[in-house]
T-cell receptor, first 111, second 113 residues
Framework: DAKTTQPTSMDCAEGRAANLPCNHS???????VYWYRQIHSQGPQYIIH???NNETNEMASLIITEDRKSSTLILPHATLRDTAVYYC????????????FGTGTSLTVIP | NAGVMQNPRHLVRRRGQEARLRCSPM?????VYWYRQLPEEGLKFMVY????????ESGMPKERFSAEFPKEGPSILRIQQVVRGDSAAYFC???????????FGSGTRLTVV
């Protein structure tokens, strides 16, 4: 029950910005958009999350459209270590709701 | 300030044996979540526990699997009478409360031979 749609795979040149799209057209007003990534065989790593405003941290930026039906995760200067599967997840902000991971986008950063 | 600790990292069991997977949440985190990742597949939610209580076990197989999070000590995911189909990576995550994002551990890779 992922409720999001992401491209299966993407490539990005090393040093360039990686823009990973996510559609969540059925998002509810109380649902946040979260991004996680999983580098091969490791545990998922939290990247960023937001409700309706754009967010930025040391890892990435999150751009959420005004209607909140889609978002884009931006890795400003991709490195080879950013090669991973990236998961976009929508989740209510109140208690008792788990993260449901879909199939994600497999990002390959190319030297 | 250690992260989520899972042990063992790798576990090999023969068919029919029991597997016990341990998860120590981050300090100050009282919510624990278990996920399973079968080879070449995505992460599947199994169970959500808060100290001494199972909050949501909707993803747990109906038989052979159980989980606990006692007042003292780590959370335990127990698989009885393991079968080859149980071979997977099992990830534990914790959070300070259910409205926060999770921090995941490095996982336990179970191989059933």
């Amino acid at each position: 029950d992922a409720k999001t749609t992401q491209p299966t795979s993407m490539d990005c040149a090393e040093g360039r910005a990686a823009n990973l799209p996510c559609n969540h057209s059925t998002i509810s007003g109380n649902e946040y958009v979260y991004w996680y990534r999983q580098i091969h065989s490791q545990g998922p790593q939290y990247i960023i999350h937001g409700l309706k405003n754009n967010e930025t941290n040391e890892m990435a930026s999150l751009i959420i459209t005004e209607d909140r039906k889609s978002s884009t995760l931006i890795l400003p200067h991709a490195t080879l270590r950013d090669t991973a599967v990236y998961y976009c997840i929508v989740r209510p902000g109140y208690t008792g709701n788990q993260f449901y991971f879909g199939t994600g986008t497999s990002l390959t950063v190319i030297p | 300030n250690a992260g989520v600790m899972q042990n063992p990292r790798h576990l090999v069991r023969r068919r029919g044996q029991e597997a016990r997977l341990r998860c120590s949440p981050m300090k100050g985190h009282s919510h624990v979540y278990w996920y399973r990742q079968l080879p070449e597949e995505g992460l599947k939610f199994m169970v959500y526990l808060q100290k001494e209580n199972i909050i949501d076990e909707s993803g747990m197989p109906k038989e052979r699997f159980s989980a606990e999070f006692p007042k003292e000590g780590p959370s335990i995911l127990r698989i009885q009478q393991v079968v080859r189909g149980d071979s997977a990576a099992y990830f534990c995550a914790s959070s300070p409360d259910a409205s926060y994002g999770y921090t995941f551990g490095s996982g336990t890779r179970l191989t059933v031979v």
